[in-house]
């Protein structure tokens, strides 16, 4: 059949007119096509069966739910005989109760989609939302950063490193233990990161090149140091001028237990101390802040501290 035969059958009812010329005004379900016109739902599938049929209407599947629309015009035919269509419904006694209908249920339609956050605004940052985690948020801000080759001291299996690998030129993982070191490697090594390199050895006098990093990152390891200060020294000198440390840790707390519990050296440290230590090393810009409080006891506090070399 020619295209202007299938598109005249088509359009050769008042009822199909009118949801053209829906359906040019915004995408509809079938409930909302029933609504806006009042007719029943076995009526208006039956028609937007046959507008499918046609080639003037698609639709998509959103759960259980179908959506309708036009399709986009695949020649000038299809196009113009929609537009004649159009122009058609607009002579119907029907089209200006469908207009104020359609405004209505889309008015609705924004209504619902914002219930929810009205309901929770002021609140909203923490409660839990699909899809939204720290983790990915992570992600978002690694895509900003530049190629680095960067050091995680006291890096743990790789958690963060792993994080920085996916974005970063290199990332060398220094941690003391052994049995860490070979658990983060293989992981490493299964995760295809063939820019993630676990080294073992001393965060005090790490294993690597002077003046060749771009930053250095002590997260949750310093206090791990018998000295802090060497540390913090050490990461200096394995730096590039204009590199970056950035030290997570503990602020200074009194939980003795973090000692026999996580083998924690130090009980966290002073603001003023860790600014005295990258201050006598000679990093200058240093910035240090509470990032963090925990909400259960002994409420730890998390210290985000960074400077340039
Ligand atoms: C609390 S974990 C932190 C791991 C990781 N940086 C993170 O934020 O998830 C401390 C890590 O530091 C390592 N560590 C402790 N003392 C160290 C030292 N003197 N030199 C190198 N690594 C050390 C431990 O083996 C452990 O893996």
Known sequence: MSCTLRYLRALSDPTRLRIIALLDKDELSVNELQEITRMGQSRISTHLGLLQ????????????????KLS?????????????????????????????????????????AQVYFNQVAGRFDRVYGPGRSWEAFGHLLLRILPPLVVADLGAGEGLLSELLARRCRKVIAVDNSEKIVAFGAAKAKRNNLKNLEFRLGDLQNPPIEPRSMDLVILSQALHHAQDPARAIDSAYNILKVGGQIMILDLARHNFERAHELYGDQWLGFAESDLHRWLEGVGFSHIEISVVDREDQPPHFETVLAGAQK
């Open 53 to 68: 049929d046609a080639g003037l209407v698609q639709s998509r599947r959103e759960g259980k739910r179908a959506f309708y």
């Open 72 to 112: 986009p015009p695949s020649n000038t035919t299809a196009d113009e005989f929609v537009q004649v269509a159009i122009r058609g419904a607009r002579e119907l006694p029907e089209h200006a109760d469908d207009l104020v209908n359609l405004k209505r249920i889309l008015g609705r339609r924004r209504e619902q």
